[in-house]
Structures are given as structure tokens and as C-alpha cells.
T-cell receptor
Framework: NAGVTQTPKFQVLKTGQSMTLQCAQDMNHNSMYWYRQDPGMGLRLIYY???????DKGEVPNGYNVSRLNKREFSLRLESAAPSQTSVYFC????????????FGPGTRLTVT | AQTVTQSQPEMSVQEAETVTLSCTYDTSESNYYLFWYKQPPSRQMILVIR??????QNATENRFSVNFQKAAKSFSLKISDSQLGDTAMYFCAFMKYFGNEKLTFGTGTRLTIIP
């Protein structure tokens, strides 16, 4: 099992450009999450999806959109990137009810200039 | 809303010594989970230990143990016989029982093990 995979690992964008971060899991998990990690602020939840076809906002959703394409895949889109979105982005997944452990992907380092 | 506070931004300890990382949280929930995650320089988030709030017994995982004080809303992590591979950022995190498994993280403690 690959677990949770994310692409790309690194990305540099110019202000105003758009891009989609991809996330996939092969553990048959129901729930998937997108977090961002900024220095000195820990990880903050952007969006989550409790099941295929459902998505909900987290703590910091502004400037982002998500798509739960199927049970395996959960993408994060930046429509018009801003320097404030420079961060490390983590995708995670979990199975409801199994001690609630979230499994994290390796992260994507995004820089917006 | 829940908040998680880690008041020690950085700590260092000699190899083989014991170190304790502090975490406090604020919530009105009575049922919840608490976690410690480790993030080494590779950036990968790794679950170290979890505690269910309804359990009075403190969780242990090999060299890692917690001191869970529910009334004080305190959840510290003790690392015994510290090893160089323990060098990492450590994050405390909170999850409600029925909150769609959303994690609320603290700001982290950077732990350095000195050879």
C-alpha cells in the first residue's frame, strides 16, 4: 500500500495563477482532509470530506475549493494564488470509528511569488 | 471551538535523558481524543500516541507515555531514554468524539536530542 500520496511535492506559482493539488489514498478510507502548515501556527484545517460526494469547510477555507472525485481522491484548487497561500499543504485520510487515526501524505510545499 | 496550546516552542535534551513536552487544551466537550504527532525533518506526520478522554489510565507506547489530567485539561508527553531519531517537531492535537474526526493542532514544540 502506498498510503496517502500527494502531487506535486513542490510548486512555485506567480500571484494570480491557478493550480490543483492532488491527493489519493489506497486504504479505502471514508474521510479525507486538507491542512495547511505555516511557521509557528501548527496545522490548520482547510476543507474536509466525510464521504464521497460531501465536502465541508474547515478553519481556513477562503481562497480554496475542493473536489471529492471518488472515494480515493480529494483535490484542492487555488483559483487565483496569493502570497498568503505560501505554505506546506498536507492531505490526510481516516476511517470513521477506528480510533480516529489520521494518516498523512508527505506534503506539498507551495510558494507564491 | 477548541484550542490547543503548546507553550514550549523549543526544547533540547541530552541523548538517553527523559524529556516532557507540555500541552494544554480548552474545550466544553466531555468526550474527545487527544494525540501527539511527530514531524521529523522529512516533514512526514507520524502518530506517536493517542488518549481517549474517558479512559483514566494514561496511554503508553514503548518509550512514549502521556500524563493526562482531564480536570486540568493537560496532556503532556514524556519521552524516556531519548534517542537521536526523536529529534523532530511534536504537535499536540484534539479531536471531538463526533466531529467528523477533525483535528485541532497546537503550534508545536521543536525537540532536539543532543548527542
Amino acid at each position: 500500500n502506498a498510503g496517502v500520496t500527494q502531487t506535486p511535492k513542490f510548486q512555485v506559482l506567480k500571484t494570480g495563477q491557478s493550480m490543483t493539488l492532488q491527493c489519493a489514498q489506497d486504504m479505502n478510507h471514508n474521510s479525507m482532509y486538507w491542512y495547511r502548515q505555516d511557521p509557528g501556527m501548527g496545522l490548520r484545517l482547510i476543507y474536509y470530506s466525510a464521504s464521497e460526494g460531501t465536502t465541508d469547510k474547515g478553519e481556513v477555507p477562503n481562497g480554496y475549493n475542493v473536489s471529492r472525485l471518488n472515494k480515493r481522491e480529494f483535490s484542492l484548487r487555488l483559483e487565483s494564488a496569493a502570497p498568503s497561500q505560501t505554505s506546506v499543504y498536507f492531505c490526510a485520510s481516516s476511517v470513521v470509528g477506528t480510533q480516529n487515526e489520521q494518516y498523512f501524505g508527505p506534503g506539498t510545499r507551495l510558494t507564491v511569488t | 471551538a477548541q484550542t490547543v496550546t503548546q507553550s514550549q516552542p523549543e526544547m533540547s535534551v541530552q541523548e538517553a535523558e527523559t524529556v516532557t513536552l507540555s500541552c494544554t487544551y480548552d474545550t466544553s466537550e466531555s468526550n474527545y481524543y487527544l494525540f501527539w504527532y511527530k514531524q521529523p525533518p522529512s516533514r512526514q506526520m507520524i502518530l506517536v500516541i493517542r488518549q481517549e478522554a474517558y479512559k483514566q489510565q494514561n496511554a503508553t507506547e514503548n518509550r512514549f507515555s502521556v500524563n493526562f489530567q482531564k480536570a486540568a485539561k493537560s496532556f503532556s508527553l514524556k519521552i524516556s531514554d531519548s534517542q537521536l531519531g526523536d529529534t523532530a517537531m511534536y504537535f499536540c492535537a484534539f479531536m471531538k468524539y463526533f466531529g467528523n474526526e477533525k483535528l485541532t493542532f497546537g503550534t508545536g514544540t521543536r525537540l532536539t536530542i543532543i548527542p
